[in-house]
T-cell receptor
Framework: NAGVTQTPKFQVLKTGQSMTLQCAQDMNHEYMSWYRQDPGMGLRLIHYSVGAGITDQGEVPNGYNVSRSTTEDFPLRLLSAAPSQTSVYFC??????????????FGPGTRLTVL | AQSVTQPDIHITVSEGASLELRCNYSYGATPYLFWYVQSPGQGLQLLLK??????LVQGIKGFEAEFKRSQSSFNLRKPSVHWSDAAEYFC????????????FGTGTKLQVIP
C-alpha cells in the first residue's frame, strides 16, 4: 500500500497561473480532504469529498476547485494563483464509516510558492 | 463555535525529561480526539486517538493522553523525551457520525536539547 500520495512535492507559480495538485489513495477510502497549512494557523480545510461525484466546501474554499470522478483520486485546482495561496497543501483520506473512528491518513504534502 | 486550543506555541525540554503538551477544546458534545505529530518536511502521523471508554489512551512512540471531560482537555504526555521526538504536535477534534470536519489546533513545536 502506497497510502496517500501527492504530486508534485514542490511547485513555484507566477501570479495568475493555474495548476492542479494531484492526490491519490489506494486504501479504498470514501472520504478525502484537502487542507492548507500556514505558520501559526494549524491545518485549515479547503474542500472535501464523501465519495465519488460528491464534493463540498470547507472553511477556506475561495480560489480552489475540486472534483472526484473516482474513489482513488481527488485533485485540487488553483484557478488563478495568488501570493496568498503560498502554503503547504495536504491531502487526507479516511474510511466512510458512520460512527466509526474515521482516522485520517495524510499525504506528504505539496509546498507551493506563488510569486 | 467549535474550537481547539493549544496554548503553547513552542516548548523546549531536555532529553530524558518528561513532557506534557496541552490541548483544550470547545464543543457541545464529547468529540473524537486525536494527536498527530509532524516531523520537518513530512506529513502528519497519528499518535493516538480517543473515542470512548478508558480516558487514558496509549499511543505509538511511548506517548499517552488523558481525556478530562470536566476540563475539556486532552493533554499529551511522555515520561522521558528522546531527541527524535523533536517535531510539531497537533491536537485535533471531530464530532461523531458520517463526515464531520476535523478541527486542528495551531500546533506546538517541541525542541529537545541534549
Amino acid at each position: 500500500n502506497a497510502g496517500v500520495t501527492q504530486t508534485p512535492k514542490f511547485q513555484v507559480l507566477k501570479t495568475g497561473q493555474s495548476m492542479t495538485l494531484q492526490c491519490a489513495q489506494d486504501m479504498n477510502h470514501e472520504y478525502m480532504s484537502w487542507y492548507r497549512q500556514d505558520p501559526g494557523m494549524g491545518l485549515r480545510l479547503i474542500h472535501y469529498s464523501v465519495g465519488a461525484g460528491i464534493t463540498d466546501q470547507g472553511e477556506v474554499p475561495n480560489g480552489y476547485n475540486v472534483s472526484r470522478s473516482t474513489t482513488e483520486d481527488f485533485p485540487l485546482r488553483l484557478l488563478s494563483a495568488a501570493p496568498s495561496q503560498t502554503s503547504v497543501y495536504f491531502c487526507a483520506s479516511s474510511r466512510g464509516l458512520a460512527g466509526g473512528s474515521n482516522e485520517q491518513f495524510f499525504g506528504p504534502g505539496t509546498r507551493l510558492t506563488v510569486l | 463555535a467549535q474550537s481547539v486550543t493549544q496554548p503553547d506555541i513552542h516548548i523546549t525540554v531536555s532529553e530524558g525529561a518528561s513532557l506534557e503538551l496541552r490541548c483544550n477544546y470547545s464543543y457541545g458534545a464529547t468529540p473524537y480526539l486525536f494527536w498527530y505529530v509532524q516531523s520537518p518536511g513530512q506529513g502528519l502521523q497519528l499518535l493516538l486517538k480517543y473515542f470512548s471508554g478508558d480516558t487514558l489512551v496509549q499511543g505509538i512512540k511511548g506517548f499517552e493522553a488523558e481525556f478530562k471531560r470536566s476540563q475539556s482537555s486532552f493533554n499529551l504526555r511522555k515520561p522521558s523525551v528522546h531527541w527524535s521526538d523533536a517535531a510539531e504536535y497537533f491536537c485535533a477534534v471531530r464530532l461523531s457520525g458520517g463526515y464531520q470536519k476535523v478541527t486542528f489546533g495551531t500546533g506546538t513545536k517541541l525542541q529537545v536539547i541534549p
